[in-house]
């Protein structure tokens, strides 16, 4: 498995607190994805990195924001959460050493409720 | 643009019968496909992927795919299906150009006894 570690796995926030969700990696792998899942919706790109402080915004980035400042390590912060923002959240890396053939690898989600 | 369509958020076979998901794509340019299973409260997992060297490909847990450019389409298939199968299934496709892979909706399914 590759090695890919989110934290926390569980949160419960209320409405309008800030919240950091971690993805941290020991593969070395350049990009760095993170995406959230929901019923009726599969998985929709939030943003991604392609470096070390190089990221770019995906489908449905409104209301968060990301940083990374190691190659290891990626942050997805929701700077006020809302309802709508309860969801299920993978982070998924990728050396894509073979261009666009080259498949993700995922963590095992973060379960997110605003309440 | 790239995009896939899932056909079908659910489907229902019994024990030892054939298995078929539906994926279609839209890609401006060739394209490279790929099929992900979700466990229950697990990440994605990846059972195979096109990459254009041979339009049939065979993947992990005795499914496998085919690549039809002229149906754009890339269903996967397993022969007889096991209770194990049962799981979310999504079609997932990328192209030169992009960074990222999009996802389908997802195909849930589901294997009764």
């Known amino acids: 498995d590759a090695g890919i570690t989110q934290s926390p796995r569980h949160k419960v926030t209320e409405t309008g607190t800030p919240v950091t969700l971690r993805c941290h990696q020991t593969?070395?792998?350049?990009?760095m994805y993170w995406y959230r899942q929901d019923p009726g919706h599969g998985l929709r790109l939030i943003h991604y990195?392609?470096?070390?402080?190089?990221?770019d915004k995906g489908e449905v980035s409104d209301g968060y924001s990301v940083s990374r400042s190691k190659t290891e390590d990626f942050l997805l912060t929701l700077e006020s959460a809302t309802s709508s923002q309860t969801s299920v959240y993978f982070c998924?890396?990728?050396?894509?050493?073979?261009?666009?053939?080259?498949?993700?690898?995922f963590g095992q989600g973060t379960r997110l409720t605003v309440v | 643009a790239q995009s896939v369509t899932q056909l079908g958020s659910h489907v229902s076979v019994s024990e030892g019968a054939l298995v078929l998901l539906r994926c279609n794509y839209s890609s401006s340019v060739p394209p490279y496909l790929f099929w992900y299973v979700q466990y229950p409260n697990q990440g994605l997992q990846l059972l195979l992927k096109y990459t254009s060297a041979a339009t049939l490909v065979k993947g992990i847990n005795g499914f496998e795919a085919e690549f039809k450019k002229s149906e754009t389409s890339f269903h996967l298939t397993k022969p007889s299906a096991h209770m194990s199968d049962a799981a979310e299934y999504f079609c997932a496709v990328s192209q030169q150009g992009y960074s990222t892979l999009t996802f389908g909706k997802g195909t849930m399914l589901l294997v009764s006894p």
């Open positions: 998924a890396i990728s050396d894509r050493t073979g261009g666009a053939n080259t498949e993700a690898f």
């Open positions: 593969e070395n792998h350049r990009y």
């Open positions: 990195s392609y470096g070390v402080k190089d990221t």
